[in-house]
């Protein structure tokens, strides 16, 4: 039987899990305190059956979790999965708990149903590792941080979870990344974010965007050039793969790149070695890890793909997608906030916050920031009120309105939902975010409910209940 250790301070969180997890028929033994899981997990302790998965609250009284993930894996349990568990949506812990080797970072209050399908592969991955020689690397230091980024990760929604837990198990790699989403959805942040938080983080971050120089500025640009090798080049010059050095080579909008250039960006990762333009000379080594990011469709297969197959899959060994603020608007009054920030203004109106809600922002989080840094240069005071915000957003509808106009744009029958009684319209809204959700993810249901935020067992009661199953 799987042996399940919950480390928590609080009574009635720690008896409520033990209660659900021997419902699910784990062997469950509990810790109040970071003392406690000690002696449970020493070596001495290894009369008993071993324990192979802990459940472990971020902040306890007598000791911060992650500080106590790191000592178990160098020295306690090094092959027991950790999922940490927390109240706080905190984008640095969460970071920083996937980078020290967590198996997965849950918020509370706990849906029950996910959490326990976690527990279960956990402890699926603990009995494979048995049957192999696992090899346990220490987890590099933690380096220091920008505060403009810290600023920038902003937000509790389930969503932005999932891009803090790539970002972190991205940092423990050396791979290369990919990262996909719309325009102003923060791909070059999630980029230094992870150069950052990984072992790479003292060396350069070397950035390029593909998409604003012309195919032969742009070779000199990445290549570097020696003396003579075209008109004007009367000295040599380091291009950017040279410049990243062991650091990270960010190359934005990869989409735009020239085919010519694909077949020889492919060649310098496969081969790890490149030429200066007009060189003739000793191949250089290139050090540096890549990470990609572009707002086109790339992937092999969608219509518009504009990268070669090869090259997508070489630099797609890590793919992260970052949601538009449309599907997360719940963190809109966080990243409000952040913004505020930087500016002389100190908070926004109920009116501007309704206003700020109900716009689709089209440019995502770069558009909000510039509207509230716009909003606070005019509102001449402490407040932003809801005429100091952009034409754009003043004029956009109602959230109510808006949803019931889609509603009868996508189904022209559709009856708005202002007309029906309270149950029908939320039934009718839920069974059509339900069908869009599984329209994004064509049809993978386990996307589908990482789109929704739900567990998949949910999912698929919905699916029943709109007789969206079939």
């Known amino acids: 039987m799987t042996r399940v250790l919950v480390v928590d301070d609080e009574r009635g969180v720690r008896e409520g899990l033990a209660r659900a997890l021997k419902a699910a028929s784990f062997d469950v033994?509990?810790?109040?305190?970071?003392?406690?899981?000690?002696?449970?997990?020493?070596?001495?302790?290894?009369?008993?059956?071993?324990?192979?998965?802990?459940?472990?609250d971020v902040r306890l009284k007598d000791g911060d979790g992650l500080v106590f993930l790191r000592e178990i894996q160098e020295r306690l349990s090094p092959n027991c999965p950790v999922i940490m568990a927390t109240a706080y949506g905190d984008s640095e812990r969460t970071i920083e708990a996937m980078k020290l080797g967590a198996f997965d970072y849950v918020t509370k209050p706990f849906d029950l149903d996910a959490l326990l399908a976690t527990v279960q592969r956990a402890a699926r991955q603990r009995s494979l590792e048995r049957g192999e020689h696992a090899v346990v690397a220490t987890p590099p230091a933690s380096p220091a941080r920008a505060q403009e980024h810290k600023r920038a990760l902003v937000g509790s929604s389930a969503a932005m979870l999932s891009v803090w837990k790539a970002i972190g198990r991205a940092a423990s790699s050396d791979a290369p990344v990919l990262i996909t989403g719309e325009t102003g959805t923060g791909k070059e942040l999630v980029a230094r974010a992870i150069h950052e938080h990984s072992p790479r983080a003292k060396a350069p971050f070397a950035a390029v965007n593909l998409a604003a120089l012309a195919p032969t500025l742009l070779e000199a640009e990445l290549f570097g050039y020696e003396k003579g090798a075209f008109t004007g080049a009367n000295a040599r010059k380091a291009g950017r793969l040279e410049l990243a050095a062991e650091g990270t080579l960010f190359l934005d909008e990869i989409g735009d790149l020239d085919l010519s250039l694909q077949t020889r960006l492919l060649r310098v990762l496969n081969d790890r070695r490149f030429e200066r333009v007009g060189g003739g000379g000793e191949p250089l080594d290139f050090s540096a890890r890549v990470i990609a990011a572009t707002h086109k469709p790339v992937r092999p297969g969608s219509a518009g793909a504009t990268l070669r197959e090869d090259l997508y899959y070489r630099l797609a060994v890590i793919e992260i997608a970052l949601?538009?603020?449309?599907?997360?608007?719940?963190?809109?009054?966080?990243?409000?906030?952040?913004?505020?920030?930087?500016t002389q203004a100190k908070a926004v109106s109920e009116e501007a916050m309704a206003r700020l809600t109900s716009y689709p922002w089209p440019g995502n989080v770069r558009e909000l920031v510039h509207s509230i840094e716009r909003a606070a240069a005019m509102c001449g005071g402490e407040v932003i009120d809801e005429h100091d915000l952009p034409e754009a957003i003043r004029s956009a509808r109602p959230r109510a309105e808006s949803a019931s106009s889609d509603a009868s744009l996508s189904d022209p029958g559709a009856t708005p939902y202002d007309e029906l009684p309270l149950r029908d319209a939320v039934s009718a809204l839920e069974k059509r975010l339900v069908a869009r959700a599984l329209e994004r993810a064509k049809g993978n249901r386990a996307e589908a409910a990482r789109i929704l935020g739900i567990a998949r067992t949910q999912l698929y009661a919905k699916l029943e209940e709109h007789g969206l199953g079939k």
Request: glycine share 6%; aromatic share 0%.
């Open 29 to 56: 033994v509990t810790a109040e305190g970071l003392a406690e899981a000690r002696v449970i997990l020493a070596p001495a302790d290894r009369s008993g059956a071993p324990i192979d998965c802990v459940l472990l």
């Open 323 to 342: 949601p538009p603020l449309r599907e997360r608007k719940s963190d809109i009054a966080l990243l409000v906030a952040s913004a505020l920030g930087r």
